[in-house]
């Protein structure tokens, strides 16, 4: 997971950073830092379970972390592209409710347990 | 597969619905009002015209001057990035660097009973700059269209083609209302969006005015009853009480370089300036905001004010468009816009 979760990270960043050279100058924090969702919320958290043999999520929670991630990272991006648009849609706080809706999932979802014990 | 097919319904989920939002945003039209042409002309009723009526002259009589050495010139297509805004800041502040070029040229002139126009091209900080100086006799004159007559979302077209739609002889591409969901839109003394964005709100009174409001101070409404005639949201303004309204860090969104742009101002009650200025190409590099209000404070400007700028910056005289209109600097062509302010 966490590989995936780099991946994604890399993806956000370099697409950030593309978008920002055609647009203009006009910049948006929501498209620069949209990278920053699946590192700290993915791989960071991946990595601090890998090495200090923290508990691990069930496989049920994992996913619902994920599509949370994967929900708020999109939701950044798009947000990114409407203030570099210079527009608005009240539709994008959809994104930022399932996003907190899905992580609440995660939360509630139970199965804890070490990563030793799944060995 | 099993497992797998809850993630395929969340990636199926989360793709329709950025897709929709997509075309909710750019391309699904929505109308709000179809036919929305009305004036609401009631408040000129008692406000005196202005003195100095401008001399009858049969019909159209514009002419190029001699030493015109403007490049009148035409299109190209792209989608366009207009910034957002933020309200401005500081006050005037020391000295300009603005650099305007000695070589004014003077593009034509308008006459008619209602209204004069000279139009000239400068050249400000290596950035061509058109100013339409006008003065009506009374602010009934100086209109705003929608595109196609309909006030709504995505709904769009061309500056030239809304203003040859409505005889205009001088147009400007105006807030482009249509992108934001909020901010007061008055237009010909009609209140069609009383939802306020925060942002300043420029106001024509009837009685040849003009003045940057806050609208948390008043309701669009209100404004009307006050007798105002046009009212615009996009901003910053510019200049407020002969002085700079923005500091040299201010900018619209997050638009931190030169750009075209598009400003209208106020120098004497009848009397005001149409300003559009080329940008993001090799000719016309563009002009920040602390540029564009430091050049209409040059042009005397008692009041002036940011409208759309970036690919949206259009001005239409005489039946054609003077400026480039360009969105990526690569081609010149016109962006389709919501509205746009006019006189004829």
Request: include cysteine.
């Amino acid at each position: 997971m966490a590989f995936l979760y780099l991946v994604a990270t890399v993806f956000m960043a370099l697409f950030g950073a593309i978008y920002e050279i055609f647009s203009h100058e006009v910049y948006s924090y929501y498209m620069i830092y949209a990278f920053a969702l699946p590192l700290c919320l993915g791989v960071l958290p991946s990595l601090a379970i890998g090495i200090f043999d923290l508990m691990i999520p069930s496989p049920k929670a994992a996913r619902f972390w994920a599509y949370g991630i994967a929900t708020l990272t999109v939701g950044s991006a798009f947000k990114g592209v409407l203030d570099i648009y210079g527009t608005t849609n009240r539709l994008v706080y959809v994104y930022p409710i399932a996003g907190a809706i899905l992580f609440a999932s995660a939360f509630l979802s139970a199965g804890y347990r070490r990563q030793t014990d799944a060995d | 597969m099993k497992n797998k097919k809850p993630t395929i319904i969340f990636i199926a989920l989360l793709t329709a619905f950025t897709t929709y939002i997509s075309l909710d945003t750019f391309v699904i039209s929505s109308v709000y009002q179809a036919e929305a042409t009305e004036m609401n002309t009631k408040m000129f009723d008692n406000v005196e015209k202005s003195e100095g009526e401008t001399d009858a002259s049969s019909g159209k009589d514009s002419s190029n001057s001699d030493e015109s050495q403007s490049s009148k010139k035409h299109h190209g297509p792209e989608n366009g990035k207009h910034g957002k805004k933020e309200r401005s800041s500081s006050t005037d502040t020391g000295t300009t660097e603005l650099s305007v070029s000695d070589e004014v040229a003077e593009i034509g002139n308008y006459s008619n009973n209602d209204f004069e126009s000279t139009v000239k091209e400068y050249t400000v900080n290596d950035t061509k700059v058109y100013v339409a100086d006008v003065t009506v006799n009374s602010a009934e004159t100086i209109k705003t269209a929608f595109a196609n007559d309909t006030y709504g979302k995505n709904v769009t077209d061309t500056t030239s083609s809304i203003a040859s739609s409505h005889d205009a002889i001088l147009a400007i591409n105006g807030d482009y209302y249509g992108a934001q969901e909020s901010g007061y839109v008055i237009r010909n003394g009609i209140v069609y969006r009383s939802e306020s964005n925060g942002e300043d709100v420029l106001c024509l009174y009837a009685d040849g005015s003009m003045k940057v409001v806050d609208p948390s101070t008043v309701t669009a409404e209100e404004l009307v009853s006050e007798g105002v005639w046009q009212a615009f949201s996009f901003g910053p303004g510019l200049v407020e009480d002969k002085k700079i309204s923005v500091s040299e860090n201010d900018e619209v969104g997050k638009a931190m370089a030169s750009n075209p742009r598009t400003a209208i101002g106020m120098t004497d009650e009848g009397h005001y300036l149409f300003v559009v200025s080329d940008g993001r190409s090799d000719e016309s590099e563009g002009l920040s905001l602390y540029e564009l209000a430091d050049f209409m404070k040059s042009l005397g400007a008692n009041t002036a004010y940011n409208l759309d700028g970036g690919g949206s910056s259009t001005m239409y005289f005489d039946g054609e468009v003077i400026n480039n209109p360009t969105t990526t600097g690569n081609s010149s062509k016109e962006r389709s816009v919501s509205d746009i302010v006019y006189i004829k």
